[in-house]
């Protein structure tokens, strides 16, 4: 059933609007934090224990730059306490740009009458993706317009077509997605397909300031978004991606409009999202923003560090909208995914498109390097590039996934899994000079870990890869 909402009708209580922006408001406006209680705040994250609402506004209130600098800290101890060193790289790849709504943040909006409108063919898409596997790439998150064309059917049928790609020792292994909400039926139906995550950003979560930028379209419709991944919970998608477009409104408020939504998720169906995200509004083709809520590069590095005290085991995806300098300071304050040989033009990657042109993309990029020039500066700041999509293929993932990486277990899947992968690109991709560094890495790795007999499986395995050209070996 296509939605109109005339025919949408709550069927739950899980399924009801659930962000109250007085609460919020409420809790902003109240809470003025103490030396003590900033202390306090941090200490429980780093005991591991996810952070409440109010808690989260005693740091989102913090001023003191000393006190903002002991969450950074906080937040880079706690990180490497649950994630280690490992960063998990993946790439956008844009399969249709056609679009029914009016937001005026996006490029690709429908009254925008200078971009060409293109949707991948099949020949189209499978050279978009071998082109990829050709830098190396194992994970990607298809990024669909919202229009009637990319329905549930169009969705799952390009997403088995990505999976049937195999070129040389290249192949997808995890595909995840970033498109319009569906139905309960609609979900379904791109869940057997094979998908990985499914991402649906709120954009802002307060709801006047979203129907300032939302203003015509399906996606006016605040409540049929904010409600969307409850219904792919209900389909059977327990791998769900949320997130704001940070600079629509005030950040504090969307940071606790996030935390509101992971809340709902924890409550309702016993887990939390898989990944947060807060891209950054950058430039578009007649971008139409108030600029007042634009976000400092110094609270946007904050927020981030808020993000990871808030939530410890939830992954954090940050993009190439922001430039290297940012990325880097941002990494170390918890991010686990980042993408990377970023293109966001239509078929962008096959034609191998350098310059950036506005009118062609969705908004501007501002971390252009290759794939390979950031797994070297990865490997040189001694971080594990990862392609690992091992628990997703083996069923870790929803409550499961929970089960593993909630009481601090995951570093034993992820640290093997991530070595192994950055072994795979080391022999079929990098250059000899990225293969000699990211060995050296593996070696000092190695050096860390005790002997026991899950090392001595991994030695193994890396022999299996190098010396017998085995490949897709994981824990």
């Given at each position: 059933?296509?939605?109109?909402?005339?025919?949408?009708?709550?069927?739950?209580e899980?399924?009801k609007?659930?962000?109250?922006?007085?609460?919020i408001w409420?809790?902003i406006n109240?809470?003025?934090?103490?030396?003590?209680?900033v202390?306090?705040?941090?200490?429980?994250?780093?005991?591991?224990?996810?952070l409440?609402l109010?808690?989260?506004a005693?740091?989102v209130?913090?001023?003191?730059?000393?006190?903002?600098?002991?969450?950074?800290?906080?937040?880079?101890?706690?990180?490497?306490?649950?994630?280690?060193?490992?960063?998990?790289?993946?790439?956008?790849?844009?399969?249709?740009n056609?679009?029914?709504n009016?937001c005026?943040?996006?490029?690709?909006?429908?009254?925008?009458?200078?971009?060409?409108?293109?949707?991948?063919n099949?020949?189209e898409?499978?050279k978009?993706v071998?082109?990829l596997?050709?830098?190396?790439?194992?994970r990607?998150?298809?990024?669909?317009?919202?229009?009637p064309?990319?329905?549930?059917?169009?969705i799952?049928?390009s997403?088995?077509?990505?999976?049937?790609?195999k070129?040389?020792?290249g192949?997808?292994?995890r595909?995840?997605?970033?498109?319009a909400p569906?139905?309960?039926?609609?979900?379904?139906?791109v869940?057997?397909?094979?998908?990985?995550?499914?991402?649906v950003?709120?954009e802002?979560?307060?709801?006047?300031?979203?129907?300032?930028?939302?203003?015509?379209?399906k996606?006016r419709d605040f409540?049929?978004?904010?409600?969307?991944?409850?219904r792919?919970?209900?389909a059977?998608?327990?791998d769900?991606?949320?997130?704001?477009?940070f600079?629509?409104y005030?950040w504090?408020?969307?940071?606790?409009g996030?935390?509101?939504?992971?809340n709902h998720f924890?409550a309702?169906?016993?887990?939390?999202p898989?990944?947060?995200?807060?891209p950054?509004?950058q430039?578009?083709?007649?971008?139409?923003?108030d600029p007042k809520y634009?976000?400092?590069?110094?609270d946007?590095?904050?927020?981030?560090?808020?993000?990871?005290?808030?939530v410890?085991?939830?992954?954090?995806?940050?993009?190439?909208?922001?430039?290297?300098?940012?990325?880097?300071?941002?990494m170390?304050f918890?991010?686990?995914q980042?993408?990377?040989?970023?293109?966001?033009?239509?078929k962008g990657?096959?034609?191998?498109n350098?310059?950036?042109?506005?009118?062609k993309?969705?908004?501007?990029?501002?971390?252009?390097?290759?794939l390979?020039?950031?797994?070297?500066?990865?490997?040189?700041n001694?971080?594990?590039?990862?392609?690992?999509t091992?628990?997703?293929r083996?069923?870790?993932t929803?409550?499961?996934?929970?089960?593993?990486?909630?009481?601090g277990?995951?570093k034993r899947?992820?640290?093997?899994?991530?070595i192994l992968?950055?072994?795979?690109?080391?022999?079929?991709?990098?250059?000899?000079?990225?293969?000699?560094?990211?060995?050296?890495?593996?070696?000092?790795?190695l050096?860390?870990l005790?002997?026991?007999?899950?090392?001595i499986k991994?030695?193994?395995?890396?022999?299996?890869l190098?010396?017998?050209?085995?490949?897709d070996l994981?824990?």
């Amino acid at each position: 059933m296509n939605y109109t909402p005339e025919n949408y009708k709550i069927k739950d209580e899980s399924m009801k609007p659930f962000i109250d922006a007085e609460e919020i408001w409420e809790l902003i406006n109240s809470i003025k934090p103490t030396k003590e209680r900033v202390r306090e705040v941090i200490a429980k994250s780093l005991d591991k224990k996810r952070l409440s609402l109010e808690e989260t506004a005693v740091l989102v209130n913090t001023t003191d730059p000393e006190l903002i600098e002991e969450i950074k800290q906080g937040a880079r101890t706690l990180k490497e306490k649950v994630y280690g060193h490992r960063i998990v790289l993946f790439a956008p790849l844009y399969v249709g740009n056609l679009c029914t709504n009016n937001c005026a943040y996006c490029g690709y909006k429908a009254s925008n009458k200078s971009v060409k409108r293109v949707t991948l063919n099949k020949e189209e898409l499978v050279k978009e993706v071998e082109t990829l596997q050709d830098a190396g790439h194992k994970r990607l998150i298809l990024v669909y317009g919202e229009h009637p064309k990319y329905g549930a059917e169009f969705i799952a049928k390009s997403v088995k077509e990505v999976y049937k790609v195999k070129k040389g020792n290249g192949e997808i292994r995890r595909v995840n997605i970033n498109a319009a909400p569906l139905d309960i039926e609609g979900f379904k139906i791109v869940k057997d397909s094979g998908i990985g995550t499914y991402q649906v950003f709120q954009e802002t979560y307060n709801p006047d300031a979203y129907k300032k930028v939302h203003i015509s379209g399906k996606k006016r419709d605040f409540d049929w978004r904010l409600t969307s991944l409850d219904r792919a919970q209900e389909a059977g998608i327990d791998d769900v991606g949320i997130g704001a477009l940070f600079g629509l409104y005030d950040w504090r408020f969307e940071v606790l409009g996030i935390l509101r939504h992971v809340n709902h998720f924890e409550a309702v169906y016993k887990v939390g999202p898989h990944t947060i995200s807060f891209p950054r509004l950058q430039n578009a083709t007649n971008l139409d923003i108030d600029p007042k809520y634009s976000v400092s590069d110094e609270d946007f590095t904050k927020l981030v560090a808020i993000f990871r005290l808030a939530v410890p085991y939830t992954g954090l995806i940050l993009t190439a909208r922001e430039p290297q300098k940012i990325r880097d300071e941002i990494m170390q304050f918890g991010v686990s995914q980042i993408d990377g040989g970023t293109n966001i033009e239509m078929k962008g990657y096959s034609e191998k498109n350098k310059k950036q042109h506005l009118d062609k993309e969705q908004f501007v990029i501002n971390d252009n390097r290759s794939l390979n020039e950031i797994m070297n500066e990865l490997i040189e700041n001694d971080y594990i590039p990862s392609f690992c999509t091992a628990c997703y293929r083996l069923g870790r993932t929803g409550e499961h996934f929970m089960e593993f990486s909630v009481p601090g277990f995951i570093k034993r899947y992820c640290t093997p899994n991530a070595i192994l992968t950055l072994a795979e690109y080391l022999e079929d991709y990098a250059p000899a000079e990225t293969k000699k560094k990211g060995y050296k890495l593996i070696d000092d790795e190695l050096s860390k870990l005790e002997e026991d007999k899950r090392v001595i499986k991994l030695k193994e395995k890396l022999s299996a890869l190098r010396e017998k050209g085995k490949r897709d070996l994981y824990f």
